[in-house]
């Protein structure tokens, strides 16, 4: 794990900004740095060291010299592409994983990026045609922000390390934020800050003689389904996770795991547990008000696996931490990021690298909105008028506290829920602030409308829900979730709250060749 930045500038003052951006990013890279400058860009890196620990040293370059490469990430095929290479005639310089990138470049051009497994963002510069290659993951695990100017372009692994150059503009991005306080997440290429954009997932970006591209290389398949029983497709994902997890474990370094004593955990903790001899280190927060409290289940899984288990109970006051969250994220977040950010705080102490269960429900359906869009569409069948005025008066009998999804709540989002179209229904559901069009029309004033596209923000769910690509009604649901709500919310706490404790965290359950087999299982299942 790293974090990479560049400046790609005629002007030489401009370029040596790269050292402050190191400097930004070192959380993200605490053990070596390395740079690589020329008369048209400036390039560096700050390194974890996880994978050839003596000899990895960033940036790489190719035999000739002709290419270099800075990459914040793992790629969890590597000794499968490493090994055609070679066979092919490639020299490598390093035992790291990432340097397959620049020989299949060579191979391959643009379309290297097709042929990688893992979690990456990467900039290559072809040094003979002057041209910059921009990549990030299919899944967007890894973050890649740049900023594009007359004959210029600058990015980083995080925004904090554009601003601190000085040359860019620290403004509110008000489109962005309209779309925020609607959907609880940046939408798009939106940042909070006006110019920095980030490249979205699944997409590489070529900068030569002034233009930047972008191109979208890889998306998710719903349409066709996998064949056969339920039993061969049940045998077949268990054989594709155990591959995922095996090859998330690739490192120099002990590999530990966050448990929970959730499903998407403790799958992906047990996994690893049989495919090692050595107890598998696992690292677990509770809280002391017990009907809160994980860690009963989460020891239930260490000792059945016999696991090296590593707790903390967590103190009440947590206001002083706050400082710090914000600074690493870089924007708004809710109360997801402290669990990890505690977590992380905790496995640090013990390891580098960490698996975790991110991704699991949105890739298997796993939120309570899932099953609630599809009883909306069997409580639907009452007349409308029914829902509109008896259900309404009813529900309304129905005695409410302050908890949280108590029946009441639950039975007055049943019935209004119903009464929306299935995409409305869910571009509501995705969101927990609910601010409408028309409550942003009073919050925002018509001096500061006037200078974005004020726009509805449920069409950045609607364009997904309503994908050609996609059939069933839960395949609409998980294809919207992993083209918004994955990369642009759960990844990027994951990949912050971890990295500002200089924690490296593979996501098996995000890996997109896992990601696709389950796109494959039929809705029925």
């Not at 798009?188 to 997409?203: C, E, N, P, R, V």
């Not at 759960?490 to 098996?508: G, K």
Request: proline fraction near 3%; glycine fraction near 6%.
């Amino acid at each position: 794990m790293c974090g990479i930045a560049g400046i790609l500038s005629p002007d030489p003052t401009q370029r040596q900004a790269i050292s402050v951006m190191a400097r930004s990013l070192e959380h993200r890279g605490p053990d070596d740095e390395g740079f690589y400058r020329d008369a048209s860009i400036s390039l560096g890196q700050t390194r974890l060291s996880i994978i050839d620990l003596e000899t990895g040293l960033y940036p790489i370059s190719n035999e000739d010299d002709t290419l270099v490469l800075i990459c914040n990430g793992e790629i969890y095929n590597s000794p499968e592409l490493r090994k055609s290479l070679i066979s092919r005639g490639h020299r490598f310089r390093t035992r790291t994983d990432v340097e397959v990138i620049l020989h299949l470049y060579e191979e391959h051009g643009d379309n290297c990026v097709k042929q990688l497994r893992g979690m990456f963002a990467f900039a290559l510069w072809d040094i003979p045609k002057q041209r910059l290659l921009l990549a990030r993951d299919q899944m967007g695990q890894k973050p890649l922000f740049f900023v594009k100017g007359h004959d210029r372009l600058f990015f980083a692994s995080e925004v904090k390390a554009l601003l601190d150059t000085g040359l860019i503009k620290a403004e509110m991005e008000l489109e962005g934020l309209w779309h925020y306080v609607s959907l609880r997440f940046m939408p798009d290429a939106f940042t909070f800050f006006k110019d920095i954009h980030k490249l979205s997932a699944g997409s590489y970006l070529v900068y030569e003689n002034g233009v930047a591209q972008i191109q979208r290389y890889w998306d998710i398949d719903f349409v066709n389904k996998h064949s056969g029983t339920e039993k061969t497709i049940e045998e077949g994902l268990h054989d594709t996770l155990l591959d995922t997890v095996r090859s998330h474990m690739l490192s120099d370094v002990r590999v530990g795991a966050f448990l929970s004593g959730g499903i998407d955990s403790s799958t992906v903790a047990a996994m690893m547990a049989v495919s090692q001899e050595q107890a598998v280190p696992v690292f677990s927060i509770g809280v002391k008000e017990q009907s809160f409290n994980e860690l009963p289940f989460a020891r239930m899984v260490s000792e059945r696996y016999r696991m090296e288990a590593h707790e903390e109970v967590v103190e009440s006051d947590l206001i002083h931490r706050i400082p710090d969250m914000i600074r690493h994220m870089d924007e708004p977040s809710d109360p997801f990021g402290v669990g990890v950010y505690l977590v992380a705080a905790l496995a640090r102490k013990q390891v580098k690298v960490v698996l975790s269960g991110d991704g699991g429900d949105e890739s298997f359906a796993g939120y309570d909105r899932f099953a609630g869009q599809r009883l909306a569409d069997y409580y639907a069948i009452l007349p409308q008028w029914m829902r509109r005025s008896v259900m309404r008066r009813l529900i309304k009998m129905i005695p409410d506290t302050f908890q949280y999804k108590t029946l009441a709540q639950k039975a007055h989002w049943l019935n209004e829920m119903s009464l929306r179209e299935r995409g409305d229904r869910y571009a509501h559901s995705m969101s927990f602030l609910r601010f409408t069009h028309d409550s942003k029309m009073s919050l925002f004033t018509e001096e500061a409308r006037g200078k974005f596209d004020a726009g509805d923000s449920r069409e950045k769910i609607l364009i997904h829900f309503n994908a050609a690509n996609v059939n069933e009604l839960v395949d609409r649901m998980l294809y919207t979730d992993l083209m918004t709500r994955m990369p642009d919310h759960l990844l990027v706490i994951a990949d912050r709250m971890c990295m500002a404790h200089s924690l490296e965290n593979r996501s098996p359950l995000v890996d997109h060749r896992l990601v696709e087999y389950a796109a494959a299982i039929p809705g029925s299942m």
